[in-house]
């Protein structure tokens, strides 16, 4: 079984209710609605490029997941393709590896789509699919993982990452120097390592803290997934009998991050997370743990992605640009959740 598959397991595992340390991390579940957001998902006004064009056919793809991040990628594909009478939709199965979703994808091609959504497994390991698919005259549009060959995809479209650390790190700067702390203990529990999301997060944050002359006293890193969290942040804590501040790349992760600490009563610090689940934001607007604030990594980007791929298929720009032609990179700028804005934020949460 591959480390992806393990990992997927645990997470059917967690949210099927067999999770370590149940009675916690259940309690604390993110939102799992089958349906996004007005606002993630909102139908096109009328007018310019929502107006009926070209018949589009759009292949998908994502990791399979019941629960968190990846399920809103699905799901607002999914939504955002619904809002178009001139799109089709065919989505395709990932599988548990990055392998074997180069498998359903090459059948994919077989069937000759105007445009394929892809958030891969693996971006670096999915790149000759990207280049494949491009090569048969398939648009492909990169979600998220990027593809390391600009010639494997038409558009990548991703949050940024390495904003993602900077934000984290400035508000954990402000807010030490407001508590005026002096020697500040800081730890960081990061995502899945081999990711080059999660390498990019962790040099925005070390980047950002090093210039106010501070460094990461401790750093794990979990897979993303609620129980890796808390095994993860079990550890960190008993390595660290004393923290000022903790960034948690990841919201979903965070579920056991915080049954982790509940289970050591341990509240000396504060915490900042990420992406921006709606427990999450939830939590920051009670005020009634150590989570004080949130960067955003929106899943949003999917509903956006489809939205582009159609204009791709349609040989058609955004209205709102001069260009002929949809950007060959869009990155979504990462932004700062706090107690004073989560009221604002909380129904883009996922």
């Known amino acids: 079984m591959t480390q992806h598959s393990r990992d997927l397991s645990r997470r059917r595992l967690l949210f099927g209710g067999a999770a370590v340390g149940a009675g916690v991390l259940l309690a604390g579940c993110t939102s799992n609605e089958q349906q996004p957001t007005e606002a993630q998902t909102k139908a096109a006004a009328p007018g310019g490029n929502a107006e009926p064009g070209k018949r589009v056919t759009i292949g998908f793809s994502a990791p399979a997941a019941d629960h968190g991040w990846i399920a809103a990628i699905t799901n607002n594909a999914k939504a955002q393709a619904g809002t178009y009478s001139d799109v089709e939709f065919k989505t395709v199965e990932a599988g548990a590896d990055a392998a074997a979703q180069r498998a359903a994808l090459s059948t994919l091609i077989s069937q000759k789509p105007d445009v394929i959504v892809l958030l891969p497994h693996d971006g670096k ?35 940024d990452n390495y904003g993602m650390g900077v ?56 897979r993303f997934t609620a129980d890796s969290g808390q095994q993860e942040a079990a550890q960190l804590l008993q390595a660290l009998p004393k923290i000022d501040a903790i960034w948690n790349h990841d919201d979903d992760q965070g579920i056991g991050v915080l049954a982790a600490i509940q289970q050591a009563n341990r509240s000396e610090f504060f915490m900042v997370g990420g992406a921006g689940s709606k427990k999450a934001i939830e939590d920051i607007q009670a005020d009634n743990t150590v989570l004080k604030a949130t960067v955003t990594y929106s899943p949003s980007m999917a509903s956006s992605a489809i939205s582009l791929a159609r204009l791709i298929g349609q040989g058609r720009g955004m209205s709102d640009l001069v260009e002929l032609q949809v950007p060959k990179e869009i990155i979504l700028a990462s932004e700062t959740i706090t107690k004073e804005n989560a009221g604002d934020y909380v129904k883009l949460g996922f």
Not at 139 to 151: G, S, W
Not at 167 to 186: C, D, F, H, R
Request: charged fraction near 25%.
């Open 125 to 159: 390991e999915l790149n000759a699919f990207g280049l494949e698919a491009m090569k048969a005259g398939i648009p492909v549009v990169n979600l998220d993982r990027a593809f390391p060959d600009a010639k494997a995809y038409r558009l990548q479209i991703k949050g």
């Open 167 to 222: 934000a984290a790190a400035t508000y954990i700067v402000e807010q030490l120097k407001a508590k005026g702390a002096s020697n500040p203990v800081i730890a960081e529990i990061a995502g899945m390592d081999e990711l080059e999301l999660t390498q990019e997060r962790t040099k925005g944050f070390n980047d950002t803290l090093a210039q106010a002359g501070l460094k990461v006293a401790n750093r794990r890193a979990a």
